[in-house]
């Protein structure tokens, strides 16, 4: 299965960018969604997740206010819309497809998750 994250690029401070995640190949509401980063030298830290249906969603506190998770199942695809960014927003960006019972949020253990995508860079310039 290859999910397929775009969207990423360079913007200066405050600005925005939206992220895609595209599913081809799954049953896509039979997953849970999240979205995770690394930057350099660092660790894949959780930034957002959202449910089967869409209903439910969390965030990193680092995040909240900022970024927004979406999903469109007609589409098979999952949004990342990330407002006032910040140079500590610079980072890798991936998305983690797991597959969860009814409402479940997939969580933001990363290991749980069954498939990522290739990553999409993010830079903020200050």
């Known amino acids: 299965v290859q999910l397929q994250a775009s969207g990423g690029g360079l913007v200066q401070a405050g600005g925005s960018l939206r992220l895609s995640c595209k599913a081809p190949?799954?049953?896509?509401?039979?997953?849970?969604v999240g979205w995770f980063r690394q930057a350099p030298g660092k660790e894949r830290d959780f930034v957002a997740a959202?449910?089967?249906?869409?209903?439910?969603?969390v965030y990193a506190d680092s995040v909240k206010g900022r970024f927004t998770i979406s999903r469109d199942n007609d589409r098979n695809t999952v949004y990342l819309q990330m407002d006032s960014l910040e140079p500590e927003d610079t980072a890798v960006y991936y998305c983690?497809?797991?597959?969860?019972?009814?409402?479940?949020?997939?969580?933001?253990?990363?290991?749980?998750?069954?498939?990522w995508g290739q990553g999409t860079q993010v830079t903020v310039s200050s």
């Open positions: 983690g497809f797991k597959r969860v019972i009814s409402s479940v949020m997939p969580g933001p253990d990363g290991r749980a998750y069954d498939y």
């Open positions: 190949g799954l049953t896509f509401t039979f997953y849970g």
């Open positions: 959202i449910n089967r249906s869409g209903g439910n969603r």
